[in-house]
Nanobody, 119 residues
Framework: QVQLVESGGGLVQAGGSLRLSCAASGSSLSIDVMGWYRQAQGNYRELVARLSSSGVTKYAGSVKDRFTISRDNAKNTVYLQMNSLKPEDTAVYYC?????????????WGQGTQVTVSS
């Protein structure tokens, strides 16, 4: 059974910073992509950033140059450093991992962590 546990959310003023962490647990994990998505109230879930095992990154345009994704493969952990936060960054942030299973892959989600940016 694979579990993703997020931490690091909270309340911050506009212009501030937060760092989210997500640790994946399970036996013999072979993780390809790890990433962060967010869902604001009334909106669809959207990609924030993702990072493959080969080091390829993808960012949403709205967060590029403000957010940085990184990972520690030895710890099966992905991080999201969020700087210059804006009220529109307020959302529940979800960790997502794509794990190689045989010749395919399976996606897993964390439970989400709330990020609130006050103006």
């Amino acid at each position: 059974q694979v579990q993703l546990v997020e931490s690091g959310g909270g309340l911050v003023q506009a212009g501030g910073s937060l760092r989210l962490s997500c640790a994946a647990s399970g036996s013999s994990l072979s993780i390809d992509v790890m990433g962060w998505y967010r869902q604001a109230q009334g909106n669809y879930r959207e990609l924030v950033a993702r990072l493959s095992s080969s080091g390829v990154t993808k960012y949403a345009g709205s967060v590029k140059d403000r957010f940085t994704i990184s990972r520690d493969n030895a710890k099966n952990t992905v991080y999201l450093q969020m700087n210059s936060l804006k009220p529109e960054d307020t959302a529940v942030y979800y960790c997502q991992a794509e794990i190689l299973v045989g010749t395919g892959r399976r996606g897993y989600w964390g439970q989400g962590t709330q990020v609130t940016v006050s103006s």
